[in-house]
């Protein structure tokens, strides 16, 4: 059982195991993404159910289902339930499968009659059914490349945080620049203020550009060539240490995963002990007629 659920290449049920709820994922995307349409938003605001979204609702029922069920088997295989609550995919899967059960178990409180608490708790409903999202994380299971990201991101904090940092010091430094090669010597009503300006200090060093906020004058284009160009310097040094973290943990996993899935370790082993027998079994007869030969050399020499 713990194969199956934990291992797509453990055999064919392992594989049609992942291909089942690869499948419940996609179609709990697909179903946020319907349910977000203007009619069905519409309807849910005027407290009206569709048989569009009843239909939607019965598709999130049956998915939810078959998520809780492959919870419940992976819990129940767990040695450790408390190292098992503690991982960090099984608290993904808990934050994705509460949003269903808390709206659900608010609908059956409030009763037919209960509508306005079901309007008080309507924002924390929509922000906790935003939480929906993370069933696409549940594709870290089956996917070699996403667990290997999540390994990436805990192993490289360290540059992740000095990205940050210099992120930050470059846009302490442009941003009152800008601000004030705009405001005081271009006279440009665009950069309003130094906090306002950290926008464009944002977008600009990571070379985004949205062009909502765009430097006239020719000291403001000089300070902007000059933030583009450090942006570019300043991301470039922690990406490469992150991007060889990121090969190294996908080497990592990829040779775990070989290793799990080959059978060649137990057939060497098998081999080895079948040599050793044999060995043991061919020096047998010979060690005895040495034993022999000596002992009745011996006894001519020595005599009766």
Known sequence: ????????????????????????????????????????????????????????FV????CVAWFSFEFLLRSLQAESKCAFL???????????????????LLGLAAGPGGSKLLERAGLV??????????????LARHSLG????????????????LLLLFLCVAMALFAPLVHLAERELGARRD??????????????????????????????????LSSILSGILLMAFPVTSIFHTF???????KEQQQRAASPEPALREDSTRSATATEDSSQGPDSAGLAADSADALWAREGP
């Not at 409903?125 to 549940?138: E, P, Q, S």
């Not at 464009?200 to 430097?215: F, K, L, N, Q, R």
């Open 1 to 56: 059982m713990r194969d199956v659920v934990d291992d797509p290449h453990s055999g064919l049920a392992g594989k049609l195991f992942a291909c089942v709820s690869v499948s419940f994922v996609a179609v709990t995307a697909v179903g946020l993404c319907l349910s977000t349409m203007p009619d069905i938003r519409a309807e849910e605001e005027r407290g009206e159910c569709s048989p569009k979204c009843r239909s939607l």
């Open 59 to 62: 598709l999130e029922t049956v």
């Open 86 to 104: 503690r991982a960090p995919l099984n608290v993904i899967d808990m934050l994705a499968l509460l949003p269903f059960y808390v709206s659900l």
């Open 125 to 138: 409903l929509r922000l906790l059914r935003a939480l929906r999202v993370l069933y696409v994380m549940r």
């Open 146 to 161: 996403l667990r290997s990201l999540g390994l990436t991101v805990r192993r490289c904090a360290r540059e992740f945080g």
């Open 191 to 224: 950069f309003s203020s130094v906090p306002a300006s950290y926008w464009w200090a944002v977008i600009s060093m990571t070379t985004v550009g949205y062009g909502d906020m765009v430097p006239r004058s020719l000291p403001g284009q000089v300070v902007a």
């Open 247 to 253: 090969s190294r943990s996908y080497s990592e996993l």
